[in-house]
């Protein structure tokens, strides 16, 4: 069982900075901090394109653009499993010609959700250049939030045509959460682990749809499922509930870390722009066992009056159960 703050987060870039950094490159060691910057702010725009329900591919094609300057090279291409599991290229940004005689150093990044691999970052450099240190750093960190977004996207998109999947999203729907939750909470009673629930409600849903359509509220929760999946760990379970809620199960996790958990996913979820909704405010109430009882049905109504409480506090935060704590 691990401490109470112990928590492992997928790779994901940094929140960008309201104003662009000088223009350094990553080659040049003096601009090191606001090339990476720089480069945070391209991967933070990629990312964002890969997540949202159609892919944007002219963010995409900026996104590269950018991370082009920032690794200092020719060119860039992303390539990503296809429907015959071949990878074939998503968007490429600059010249990628190669002739007879052309010696440019080549590199090709695996981008890996796990052990699977879903797609491949391909960057050209220029004549006479050779990758550095600091340019590898940047590369490696490119393929660590590229992989988790593409292979939240794929497996989110082979699932959700599958029994017990919601339509939308294709996460597991909310019988199929209960029915999780059920197990893990015998685990919980056999060994004494912890196990905490949240559940997480985009704020202002019924407003967003009458404004945008159903078409769009139903791409929000799709691009919200995708957010909130590479936030979390591979053993913790996320699902779809009704309306515009999401339920979270945190297997072996502490009370106070699962609040901590809860305000990182809401803050996730708000600095996300949708494709169409731009920015939206996120609220969360959590609740653990054993402290708040072993049964599904006490847990879930904890979560659910903490949520209640955040609502009422004004929205856009977390609040455990019993309004232990607030973020």
């Known amino acids: 069982m691990r401490p109470g703050s112990a928590r492992v987060r997928p790779p994901r870039p940094a929140a960008p900075p309201a104003t662009g950094p000088a223009e350094v490159r990553a080659s040049d060691p003096r601009g090191s901090g606001g090339e990476r910057r720089r480069a945070s702010r391209s991967l933070w725009q990629a990312c964002e394109a890969l997540l949202s329900a159609a892919v944007d591919r002219k963010t995409l094609e900026r996104a590269l653009a950018g991370l082009r300057s920032a690794f200092d090279c020719d060119a860039v291409v992303l390539r990503a499993r296809g429907p015959s599991g071949e990878l074939e290229p998503w968007q490429a940004c600059g010249d990628w010609g190669i002739r007879p005689g052309d010696l440019r150093d080549c590199l090709t990044v695996p981008l890996l959700r796990g052990s699977e691999r879903v797609g491949t970052l391909?960057?050209?450099?220029?004549?006479?250049?050779?990758?550095?240190?600091?340019?590898?750093?940047?590369?490696?960190?490119?393929?660590?939030?590229?992989?988790?977004?593409?292979?939240?996207?794929?497996?989110?998109?082979?699932?959700?045509?599958?029994?017990?999947?919601?339509?939308?999203?294709?996460?597991?729907?909310?019988?199929?959460?209960?029915?999780?939750?059920?197990?893990?909470?015998?685990?919980?009673?056999?060994?004494?682990?912890?196990?905490?629930?949240?559940?997480?409600?985009?704020?202002?849903?019924?407003?967003?749809?009458?404004?945008?359509?159903?078409?769009?509220?139903?791409?929000?929760?799709?691009?919200?499922?995708?957010?909130?999946?590479?936030?979390?760990?591979?053993?913790?379970?996320?699902?779809?509930?009704?309306?515009?809620?999401?339920?979270?199960?945190?297997?072996?996790?502490?009370?106070?870390?699962?609040?901590?958990?809860?305000?990182?996913?809401?803050?996730?979820v708000e600095e996300h722009r949708f494709a169409r909704a731009g920015k939206l405010g996120v609220s969360a109430g959590v609740s653990a066992s054993p402290r708040d009882g072993l049964e599904s049905v006490e847990l879930m109504d904890r979560a659910e009056r903490a949520l209640t409480l955040a609502v009422k506090a004004g929205r856009r935060r977390a609040v455990a159960s019993e309004s232990a704590r607030v973020h």
């Not at 139903?218 to 339920?247: K, Q």
């Open 122 to 268: 391909d960057l050209l450099a220029r004549r006479g250049q050779h990758w550095l240190p600091a340019q590898l750093g940047l590369v490696r960190a490119a393929s660590g939030a590229l992989g988790a977004a593409l292979g939240a996207r794929f497996e989110l998109e082979q699932l959700r045509r599958q029994p017990g999947r919601d339509p939308a999203t294709g996460l597991p729907d909310a019988r199929s959460f209960q029915e999780r939750l059920g197990e893990e909470l015998a685990r919980v009673r056999m060994h004494g682990a912890p196990l905490a629930v949240a559940v997480v409600e985009l704020d202002r849903f019924p407003a967003l749809t009458k404004r945008y359509g159903t078409g769009v509220a139903r791409a929000v929760l799709s691009e919200a499922a995708l957010v909130l999946r590479i936030a979390l760990r591979e053993t913790d379970v996320l699902a779809r509930l009704p309306g515009a809620r999401f339920g979270v199960l945190l297997p072996e996790t502490e009370p106070i870390a699962a609040l901590r958990v809860a305000e990182r996913l809401r803050r996730t």
